[in-house]
């Protein structure tokens, strides 16, 4: 079954405490990404990965890191979380990064982490 | 200031009646405009899409209605069912800018048997 999925999909912190969502794609995508989902704001980007080891910044990068060492995986590191992160996390994958290629344009999102940083 | 704006933020329909979700944006380089439906406790999931070379695209009882000149489109949904309550979010792609999707804050639609 293609999909996205994320570990762990709850999380109960405290401040500071170096954390890693993982996310993970089976559809061979080249474009992965991180979304924060807050109410009222919809769901803004943090980062995103054109390919493995191309990673850049979206509307929200502060606070977090990514890496993309194999076209399937793309973790989310917080550093030392802070409780203004306290969010739900999506993962999302489509088959390009760019264009306007037919049919690649498609987003799959994970099932989403919510975390919660005390 | 988000870039995407989206109304209303909550939406009662009655079941068999005409859901309609409205959403302005201000940047021009946009160039695929989707709409996603989400569930509770589930991730968003692609519901149509359109691009702004058409005025309008179809899909079942699910319509996009695009004004580039303007700088708005709107989701209607017809003969709206119960299921179809969830949230639904738009959004815009800039192809420029990766692939990164700038969403709406959401409307969360409920429909009543």
């Known amino acids: 079954e293609a999909q996205v999925t994320q570990n762990p999909r709850y999380l109960i912190t405290v401040t500071g405490k170096k954390l890693t969502v993982t996310c993970s794609q089976n559809?061979?995508?080249?474009?992965m990404s991180w979304y924060r989902q807050d109410p009222g704001l919809g769901l803004r980007q943090i980062y995103y990965?054109?390919?493995?080891?191309?990673?850049d910044k979206g509307d929200v990068p502060e606070g977090y890191k990514v890496s993309r060492k194999e076209k399937r995986n793309f973790p989310l590191i917080l550093e030392s979380p802070s409780p203004n992160q306290t969010s739900l996390y999506f993962c999302?994958?489509?088959?390009?990064?760019?264009?306007?290629?037919?049919?690649?344009?498609?987003?799959?999102f994970g099932p989403g982490t919510r975390l919660t940083v005390l | 200031q988000q870039q995407v704006k989206q109304s209303p933020q909550s939406l009662i329909v009655q079941k068999g009646g005409i859901s309609i979700i409205n959403c302005a944006y201000e940047?021009?380089?946009?160039?695929?405009f989707p709409w996603y439906q989400q569930f509770p406790g589930k991730g968003p999931a692609l519901l149509i899409a359109?691009?702004?070379?058409?005025s309008e695209k179809k899909e079942g009882r699910f319509t996009i209605s695009f004004n580039k000149s303007a700088k708005q489109f709107s989701l209607h949904i017809m003969d709206s069912q119960p299921g179809d309550s969830a949230t639904y979010f738009c959004?815009?792609?800039?192809?420029?800018?990766?692939?990164?999707?700038?969403f709406g804050g959401g409307t969360r639609l409920m429909v009543k048997p």
């Open positions: 359109i691009r702004p070379d058409v």
């Open positions: 559809m061979n995508h080249e474009y």
């Open positions: 940047n021009t380089a946009f160039d695929y």
């Open positions: 959004a815009a792609r800039d192809h420029n800018a990766g692939n990164m999707l700038t």
């Open positions: 999302a994958s489509s088959l390009s990064g760019g264009g306007p290629r037919l049919g690649t344009d498609t987003q799959y």
């Open positions: 990965s054109m390919n493995v080891e191309v990673t």
